[in-house]
């Protein structure tokens, strides 16, 4: 409609009424105007009129430029008396194929017709309005077209009430929706499941397994220097990598298997409805079978391989996240064996494992919240059973739990490093304890530490041990060191000379474990010793064992040959003391005679409290 074909037109009657007239009139002709002359005012009429027209052109210029919105018009009979633009673009139909066709005939599917006809009687009828809602509606193709359809009645206390449909096309957005879906759903690479929906589906196999008392397993893998193929060949023959593994492990797949990529290069899937061990490994080979066959990869074949690791329900977990988590433990166990290695899921090593990420966690703390103290292990003459030295032993209390051996959190502490802070710790109680003792006369008594080797290569640790002696106001002889013979093999120069540095000043120092490192004896004259501890393995089995009884004594001779002072440590039985005093060992240490014990218990042992052998502690 153009401004000019406007200023002709009559005032209507009713503007609302009037106005679906025209939006009705398909061929836009003028309309039959009869009853507008007779107008009192002219221009106020004119005015009016052109406002009026003007507006409605705009309504309709705007259902036409809707490019989504599709309009039509319906009359009492249901046959289409208006049919806009984009309802042909939305239905296939153009306006006038449209034209005095019935709703039903059009675009309504089969299986609507009856209740479309019925909504629109009753709405005509009973003045039941169709509420708006989403549908499907048949394009001319037959295809189903989503949109959401809005309806209007106009003039429907008349004689010729018009429905009008409001369709907006809703296609792009559902498209957009059954993307989103897709990607929160599966792996835009491989096209397989992602981690969440594999755990959402591995939940409902679960269930399924437990009613059907089946067992599953699941996989997890690995590839092996995934990284290597990305760096040298770039992320396209990666990708490209990761495409083809999928289809291989899709052939694997029986209908009731589940597979995912869950992250760069790891791969998860599940095989339930399981009923032997056997079936579990014959899956597992398939698995393991499908990295055969090389990968071609720019052109050229290259052997991959992964690392897999197998959790099984319901052993190692009843939940879906356990299970993931366990396979995927099981997994990098796996990886610590090498390439293309295999692990099946262990509790116990997995147990073991969390205790010591827990136990290394609250080792952090402990030094803070003062959770370290010394036990002391007498040594005592063999002859005379007299105590002559203590050995300070560390023991940890944390705050809840059990006391923690230092077997099992001194190697902690190495890997943390929190050994040096440890050991510093160490020497400064030692020597603050020494002094207490000194200087209530019991000072006669050597107090030997234990340094490990990464303490020991740390540099300034010998420094801060001399100037730890001086600041207790100690005299070299009072805090003695013991070592293990890896740690002086593995010496180097610098910790050679302070060793000898500190030998040369009276510092005793002692080699641990004797007999189970190296048992090189020839060493033992390079080195600035002065005792040797005979290892507890060797004391253990001498009653019974002639080598170690052999061993043994060799060890005693030699060291007494190199003028070295013989410690036997863990003694805990008359025999193996009368042994040891018949190969002439100096010094016994053992639960025969003491236990290590705290401080204060030393005290009341040396004050003649407690008579020894066999004072009980720790
Ligand atoms: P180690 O230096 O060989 O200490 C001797 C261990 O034997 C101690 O265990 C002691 O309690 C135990 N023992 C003593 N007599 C007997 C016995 O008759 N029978 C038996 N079965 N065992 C006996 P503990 O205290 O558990 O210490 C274990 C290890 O932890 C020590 O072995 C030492 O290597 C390390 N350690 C302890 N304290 C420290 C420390 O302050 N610093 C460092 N770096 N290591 C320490
Ligand atoms: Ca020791
Ligand atoms: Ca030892």
């Known amino acids: 409609m153009t401004g000019r074909e406007n200023r002709h037109r009559r005032e209507p009657e009713c503007p609302l009424e009037e106005s679906h007239k025209d939006l009705c009139d398909m061929t836009e002709s003028e309309p039959s105007i009869d009853r507008l002359d007779s107008?009192?005012?002219?221009?106020?009429?004119?005015?009016?009129?052109?406002?009026?027209?003007?507006?409605?052109?705009?309504?309709?210029?705007?259902?036409e430029s809707l490019p989504k919105v599709a309009v039509q018009g319906y009359d009492r009979d249901r046959r289409v008396i208006y049919w806009n633009e984009a309802s042909s673009r939305l239905y296939g139909y153009s306006a006038e194929e449209a034209q005095g066709q019935l709703l039903e005939d059009l675009i309504i599917p089969d299986f609507m017709r009856e209740s479309v006809v019925q909504a629109h009687r009753a709405w005509v009828q009973n003045n039941i309005e169709i509420p708006a809602e989403e549908l499907e509606l048949q394009h001319k193709s037959g295809i189903l077209v989503p949109v959401f359809s809005h309806h209007v009645m106009l003039g429907e206390h008349t004689d010729s009430p018009l429905m009008f449909c409001v369709d907006v096309d809703l296609a792009d957005q559902k498209r957009a929706h059954r993307d989103l879906d897709f990607a929160t759903r599966f792996d835009s690479l491989t096209h397989l499941f992602n981690r969440q929906t594999f755990e959402n589906e591995l939940g409902l196999l679960i269930q399924d397994c437990e009613r059907q008392g089946h067992h599953l397993a699941?996989?997890?893998?690995?590839?092996?220097h995934f990284v290597e193929v990305n760096d040298a060949l770039g992320y396209e023959q990666g990708n490209y990598l990761l495409i083809d593994l999928a289809q291989r492990l899709r052939r694997c797949q029986r209908a009731t298997d589940l597979i995912a990529r869950v992250s760069s290069d790891e791969f998860v899937l599940a095989f339930p409805g399981l009923l032997k061990e056997a079936d579990i490994r014959r899956l597992v080979n398939k698995v393991q079978r499908v990295f055969r066959a090389p990968f071609v990869l720019n052109g050229r074949e290259?052997?991959?391989?992964?690392?897999?690791?197998?959790?099984?329900?319901?052993?190692?977990?009843?939940?879906?996240?356990?299970?993931i988590r366990n396979a995927d433990v099981a997994k990098n166990r796996a990886k610590l064996d090498g390439r293309g290695s295999l692990r099946y899921f262990q509790q116990q090593l997995h147990d073991e494992l969390v205790r010591q990420h827990d136990l290394g966690t609250q080792l952090d703390?402990?030094?803070?919240?003062?959770?370290?103290?010394?036990?002391?292990?007498?040594?005592?003459?063999?002859?005379?059973?007299?105590?002559?030295?203590?050995?300070?032993?560390?023991?940890?209390?944390?705050?809840?739990?059990?006391?923690?051996?230092?077997?099992?959190?001194?190697?902690?502490?190495?890997?943390?490093?929190?050994?040096h802070r440890l050991g510093d710790w160490v020497m400064e109680e030692?020597?603050?304890?020494?002094?207490?003792?000194?200087?209530?006369?019991?000072?006669?008594?050597?107090?030997?530490?234990?340094?490990?080797?990464?303490?020991?290569?740390?540099?300034?640790f010998l420094e801060r041990f001399e100037s730890c002696l001086v600041r207790y106001g100690l005299a070299p002889q009072d805090i003695g060191i013991e070592l293990t013979e890896n740690v002086l093999i593995d010496a180097d120069e610098s910790v050679l000379e302070g060793l000898t540095r500190l030998y040369h000043r009276g510092v005793r120092i002692a080699i641990d474990d004797f007999g189970t490192g190296y048992s090189s004896l020839s060493y033992l004259k390079h080195f600035p010793v002065t005792a040797l501890k005979i290892d507890r393995s060797f004391i253990r089995d001498a009653p019974n064992q002639p080598k170690d009884r052999a061993i043994m004594e060799a060890a005693i001779f030699i060291g007494h040959r190199l003028g070295l002072e013989v410690v036997a440590e863990g003694v805990e039985n008359a025999e193996q003391l009368t042994l040891l005093r018949e190969m002439h060992c100096d010094l016994i240490q053992g639960y025969f005679f003491y236990r290590p014990m705290p401080a204060e218990e030393v005290v009341r042992l040396l004050a003649g409290f407690i008579p020894g052998p066999e004072g009980l502690s720790d």
């Open 39 to 63: 107008g009192t005012c002219e221009t106020e009429v004119d005015l009016l009129r052109r406002q009026y027209l003007e507006s409605e052109h705009r309504f309709r210029a705007l259902l």
């Open 218 to 224: 699941l996989v997890y893998l690995d590839i092996d």
């Open 302 to 323: 290259q052997q991959i391989s992964a690392c897999i690791g197998v959790a099984l329900f319901p052993d190692n977990g009843l939940a879906a996240r356990d299970l």
């Open 365 to 419: 703390q402990a030094m803070e919240n003062g959770e370290f103290s010394l036990h002391y292990q007498p040594q005592v003459s063999a002859t005379s059973g007299r105590i002559e030295n203590l050995e300070a032993l560390l023991r940890w209390q944390p705050a809840e739990g059990p006391q923690v051996g230092p077997g099992e959190f001194i190697p902690l502490a190495e890997r943390s490093g929190l050994i």
């Open 430 to 460: 030692a020597c603050r304890q020494q002094q207490v003792w000194k200087r209530m006369n019991f000072g006669e008594h050597r107090i030997d530490i234990n340094v490990s080797g990464s303490q020991l290569t740390r540099p300034g």
